[in-house]
């Protein structure tokens, strides 16, 4: 048995066919992780959806932010955006069971002394910490109240973390560290406007240093190895050996990368001609 992980899809089916094959990957035995973001901007979202739910036996997924988006408008608390490619998914008759698989996605996974999440984890928690809190989200999402959180999960603030948040403001910024957060200070204050490349020097915010979230050397969780995808500029480069980067534009022509967790080993596909 082999477990794979697989950067951001987006849509782009032709592509995680491609590289599945290059690794020869046996679905009776082989297991495939995803970072999240299996939907939205591709060309086949709707049959992106449906390849990997009809083998979620072999398949362990986190929750991007993409996938909250449809989940969102599948509620009928949010309406499509202009660049959403969600339509089909939207019409297709089956898409209940989907959804619902969907919904009871994590928003981090650890196993294999690695931890796989779709953006990030924040300088202030350990890896426990993550996993506690984003248990809040995930009881919210399950729960019967789950278009009440979709709702209110929109937004950019609260941006800075304390123990005394409550209710939707608390949920919302757990959602934003572990599916958006690319740039923050060490102390987590978030900022999320930045999506560009790894710049130097790094900006200043609120008289403090902005850095990419796995750049600063006071974080929590330096130890642990992490798996993430969302952030497409930096092409996966984070000159760390423990903070696997696996979005590496396929939607945006780039290549869609798949990591071999045994080996260490990062296999691409060109997505170019293959979205």
Known sequence: MSVYVVGDIQGCLSALKCVLKKVCFNIDKDILWSVGDIINRGPKSHKTLKYLYERRDNLVMVLGNHDLHLLAISAGVR????????????????????????RHRPLIHREYNHTMVHAGIPPIWTINEAITYAREVESVLRGPDSASFLREMYGNYPNSWSEQLKGAKRLRLITNYLTRMRYCTEDGELDLIEKGSLKKPQKILNQKKLDAWFKHKSRKSTKDKIIFGHWASINGRTNSSHVIGLDTGCVW???????????????????????
Do not use: Q
């Open 253 to 275: 022509g780039g290549k869609l990368s798949l990591y071999e967790l045994e080996s260490g080993l990062t296999i691409s596909c060109d997505c170019s001609s293959k979205r």
């Open 79 to 102: 309406k499509p955006n202009r660049k959403d490619t969600l339509d089909k998914i939207l019409n297709l008759s089956n898409k209940n069971f989907m959804i619902d698989w969907l």
